[in-house]
């Protein structure tokens, strides 16, 4: 009997599973709830671009107001707003206009349609805040050192170099493709 039981795979090998130990594959597991967890955290950020959530929440309680003065008070370039504004006046979102003033300038009003973005988004704030609430308060705190650690750990590892055509960085060691 016992002859048979260690010739059952992973037999008297608690620890190991098709050649990995169980703190592989705690990390595999771990890494792989971070993603999931990263992939819903990027898309629910980023499901209007974060830049277009600004101008709409400014435009909306500054009223319009011209490409330029956004741009300034954005601390962005000229290029990355046009870009912006061109993105949310397609969508409807915005009104792109010549200034009566001044024909060279730019301005920019916020739709009904945009205000009603805004609306939502602030909804989502509030359901974001809640977010955590599932974890007891000592555990958000557990949970934001061993994040941080982690985050302080990883930053330090990598290269603030990018990879070509990516957003992201070579390990040391590494080279940028």
Known sequence: MKEEAERLPGAGHEHEHRGHSREDRTQESLGAKLDRCAHFLYHRQHSGGRGQGKILKILSVSGPMTQKELQDKLDIQAGSMSEIAAKLEGKGLITRTKDDS????????????????????????????????????????????????????????????????????????????
């Not at 300038?105 to 945009?114: P, V």
């Not at 308060?137 to 994040?147: C, K, N, P, S, V």
């Open 102 to 177: 001044d024909k060279r300038r730019i301005l920019l009003t916020i739709t009904d349609e945009g205000r009603a973005d805004v609306a939502r988004y602030g909804e989502a704030r509030k359901r974001e805040s809640q977010m955590f609430d599932v974890l007891t308060e000592e555990e958000q705190r557990q949970l934001d050192a061993l994040l941080s650690r982690l985050l302080e750990s990883w930053e330090g590892q990598w290269k603030r170099t990018p990879r070509k055509g990516h957003g992201h960085h070579a390990p040391d060691g590494e080279e940028a493709e």
